[in-house]
Nanobody, 122 residues
Framework: VQLQASGGGLVETGGSLKLSCTQA?????????MAWFRQAPGKEREFVAL????????LYAGSVKGRFTISRDSARNTVYLQMNTLKPDDTAVYYC???????????????WGQGTLVTVSS
């Protein structure tokens, strides 16, 4: 399974970015959970949002709820993270991941993308 993340960049406070994560290889399981995590410099990796290929169910970290939206396009094997009202604290490398369990724990995810850097300037 190969996950390819893209869409990061430099944005000002209050701006928006949309990240993409495409599963470029491997079988798509409708029950698979797709998630976004992030890791800021000097900090541990933290959960951001998750969804399933087969359902509209979503889960968000409290710090991004109401600002970020996770969605998926099964026809394109792609999961998105729309990020609005960005803050400097959102600066991090963002990773997409695939797992089986509906979980906010990074250890539950078997496959990871390479990460894409988001920098929010103050």
């Amino acid at each position: 399974v190969q996950l390819q993340a893209s869409g990061g960049g430099l944005v000002e406070t209050g701006g928006s970015l949309k990240l993409s994560c495409t599963q470029a290889s491997g079988r798509i399981f409708s029950s698979a959970v797709m998630a976004w995590f992030r890791q800021a410099p000097g900090k541990e990796r933290e959960f951001v949002a998750l969804t399933r290929w087969s359902r509209d169910s979503t889960l968000y970290a409290g710090s991004v709820k109401g600002r970020f939206t996770i969605s998926r396009d099964s026809a394109r094997n792609t999961v998105y993270l729309q990020m609005n009202t960005l803050k400097p604290d959102d600066t991090a490398v963002y990773y997409c991941a695939r797992g089986i369990q509906w979980s906010m724990q990074s250890s539950e995810y078997n496959f990871w993308g390479q990460g894409t850097l988001v920098t929010v300037s103050s």
